[in-house]
């Protein structure tokens, strides 16, 4: 195995376990909370208010959103997590449901965090991303309902986590593998009655949901399995074992799946550096280093 082999691996896992580390330092395994100082935590503040603007002028009452976190950009993703923002949440205005790993209890948990401190999961404090996806009534709505029905969400949530939960499997489960059940429970009008994350994945298949696919080629993702117990493979195919090959649910797969769904959906995406915040609605995805194009919205952070 190669050292730049097992460095994506290591980065896949803390990356997908990421959640773990809000307000939870205390377990040998969990990665500690960002220590920021004041110039880039009032750097977050203020990103946190971009978005939160451009959320209350959208008219929009949920929006699927997904930040950065550690650099996955050597397995081809810019996002590790995602959840959904709640115009109507109990915590705060804004503020994002999702699910999270509690290091001291060592279980899975659904938590509501605020934007700030959702866009402190990032590991680089001088630049991160934020994307959001503002979908039509017609889908948000029924999201919205399912995503605030506390009962319905913890339904949905796994015994067991892993980060690199297979899609279709119901051993495991990771944060954004939540997410797409819950979308598949309020878009498919699933029967509560029935075991839902069974029904959930079931549907999604129905629906041709796909997931991310990672290629890690032989070797390296079961030497990072053996440094933490965020991953696992005996919820994966022998064949995509064999090949390490890994189907999960990612920000990427879940937007992919919203925008399949729903064409009509508005899409913003934000990444700040110390000296600006820059968002772009629609059009091509930001550049790594965030330099702004014609018709993007900036804020200067200098002064």
Known sequence: MSRAGLAAALALASALAMPAAFGATSSRYCLPEPQLDAEQQDRLLRMAAVIKSELERSGARVALIARSGLNLQRVGQ???????????????????????????????????????????????????????????????????????????????LGGQYSANAHAFSLQYQNCNQWVAELMAVAWGGLDASRPLRAAAQQWLREQAYAPTVIELGHGPLRWAAALTPWLNEDDHPPEDRAAGRYRLSMPASLEAFARQREPRAERLEFCHTPQQVVWRRNGAPLPEDCTPAEGDGVVSLAD
């Open 78 to 156: 810019r996002y590790s997590h995602a959840g959904l923002s709640l115009r109507a949440s109990p915590e705060t205005r804004w503020a994002v449901r999702q699910l999270y790993y509690a290091c001291d209890e060592q279980r899975p948990m659904i938590f509501d965090q605020g934007l700030t401190a959702f866009l402190m999961g990032n590991d680089d404090p001088r630049r991160g991303f934020v994307t959001l996806l503002l979908l039509p009534d017609a889908a948000a709505t029924p999201l919205e309902r399912s995503a605030l029905d506390k009962p319905l969400a913890l339904a949905l």
